[in-house]
T-cell receptor, first 112, second 108 residues
């Protein structure tokens, strides 16, 4: 499984756009990139998954360059409630039965 | 939105006791998982379950652990003889998208 590296922590202010970058130099051809969010004392929550280029949903955008060795999760106009740990994972496409390997994640702190 | 439920939300037990953590996954899903998170550490995979049997397990999931889906609805994790180091949040997941709220297990 490809290892991921992401910043340990980030600070932001309400209303700003936050970009969290993850590097995954050893990503395999069949690997997808998936991001999860976790609030304290809660289970991880799926945010977005992508394979290449750009994916957008109602919560976030995921930018993946052509070489796929990194990816950037973009959260538009964050609010205090976006304070959480964000995990970048690389592995199987959703719903294929694979396990998830979590790293330490990025602790995002949104300030007023 | 469908959700995964877990009971109890908190469990306190004495070392050496057996505990059963319960989960109700999403009914039409095929893959179920248990993960744990020790306080301040990362989320760790324990076991995956498909078609009424274990499909993969981690090194953490030793003989003290077992899982079953007794009635096609509940999905349980049993720890036969708890140790202090089993204290953690235990998360059930239904497919890889839907995690439950967790059970906080404290072993004294």
């Amino acid at each position: 499984l490809a290892k991921t590296t992401q910043p340990i922590s980030m600070d932001s202010y309400e209303g700003q756009e936050v970009n969290i970058t993850c590097s995954h130099n050893n990503i395999a051809t069949n690997d997808y990139i998936t991001w999860y969010q976790q609030f304290p004392s809660q289970g991880p929550r799926f945010i977005i998954q992508g394979y290449k280029t750009k994916v957008t949903n109602e919560v976030a955008s995921l930018f993946i360059p052509a070489d796929r060795k990194s990816s950037t999760l973009s959260l538009p106009r964050v609010s205090l409630s976006d304070t959480a740990v964000y995990y970048c994972l690389v592995g199987e496409r959703m719903n294929q039965g694979g396990k998830l390997i979590f790293g330490q994640g990025t602790e995002l702190s949104v300030k007023p | 939105e469908p959700e995964v439920t877990q009971t109890p939300s908190h469990q306190v037990t004495q070392m050496g006791q057996e505990v059963i953590l319960r989960c109700v996954p999403i009914s039409n899903h095929l893959y179920f998982y248990w993960y744990r998170q020790i306080l301040g550490q990362k989320v760790e995979f324990l076991v995956s379950f498909y078609n009424n049997e274990i499909s993969e397990k981690s090194e953490i999931f030793d003989d003290q652990f077992s899982v079953e889906r007794p009635d096609g609805s509940n999905f349980t994790l049993k720890i036969r003889s708890t140790k202090l180091e089993d204290s953690a949040m235990y998360f059930c997941a239904s497919s890889d998208q839907f995690f439950g709220p967790g059970t906080r297990l404290t072993v004294l």
